[in-house]
């Protein structure tokens, strides 16, 4: 199968879990996995694979496990040019919104663990690899830090951190994805939504000051400034 094939494929199965559990669920599922391209990237990229146990921070309603969990199940279509579909053993996921937990273990059950906690104090497992999409700047700066700290010391010695973070020097870009997630801050009920951002050089130094090496991948279409940050422990 193309890539363009196996991408909606992939589609049409992880969110086949999220019918069950209700409308909503499954149309921001369907939207969120078409539109937003770090899906992709992760698969495309093999950045999960060989990695036995994930722990996404900031899960949702657990679209990468779904997404994660598909792909493994469609490796017989895979496109040639990709490498193989991870194959996790276990993924744990921990967001702050309890109605998103809710939809994850209804739309997951037994496919994945969450879990309602805040990452700021959520204890962390040991795991392979940790994923932290679009959360980072919604904290303060030392919880920032505290968190990177408590993820390397969660990470076994050839662990992945993999994170997407908006680029304070990234322009126009930068500010209307700052503009879309005060919004959606604000229609999720959080009425407390400074943001706390960095330039790509200042989030990198502070995954060194945390024990990690990073390198770089700009990925997003269209208006952003959003990078993605694959940090491996120094």
């Not at 469609?74 to 990709?82: E, M, T």
């Not at 204890?123 to 904290?139: G, K, M, P, R």
């Amino acid at each position: 199968m193309n890539t363009a094939g196996i991408v909606n494929a992939l589609i049409d199965h992880a969110t086949a879990r999220y019918r069950r559990v209700g409308r909503f669920a499954f149309h921001w599922g369907r939207g969120k996995l078409r539109h937003d391209p770090v899906f992709v990237e992760i698969l495309a990229r093999g950045l999960l694979n060989g990695r036995r146990t994930i722990l996404d921070l900031g899960c949702g309603q657990g679209l990468l496990a779904a997404w994660l969990r598909s792909a493994a199940q469609l490796a017989a279509q895979w496109p040639a040019q990709w490498p193989a579909p991870p194959q996790p053993q276990r993924i744990v996921g921990i967001d702050l919104m309890p109605g998103d937990i809710d939809r994850a273990r209804r739309a997951l059950q037994s496919e994945a663990e969450f879990a309602v906690g805040d990452i700021r104090t959520a204890a962390f497992e040991a795991s392979e690899a940790v994923v932290i999409l679009d959360v980072l700047h919604y904290i303060e700066v030392e919880a920032q830090l505290a968190v990177l700290r408590r993820v390397r010391a969660a990470l076994s010695s050839d662990g992945v951190l993999v994170t997407r973070i908006g680029n304070a020097a990234g322009g126009f870009g930068f500010r209307f994805s700052i503009w879309v997630d005060r919004l959606v801050l604000w229609l999720r009920g959080h009425r407390n939504n400074r943001l706390h951002t960095h330039s790509l050089q200042q989030w990198q130094s502070m995954l060194r000051q945390c024990g990690f090496d990073s390198e770089a991948f700009p990925i997003d279409a269209g208006p952003f400034a959003n990078v993605l940050l694959v940090a491996r422990p120094l």
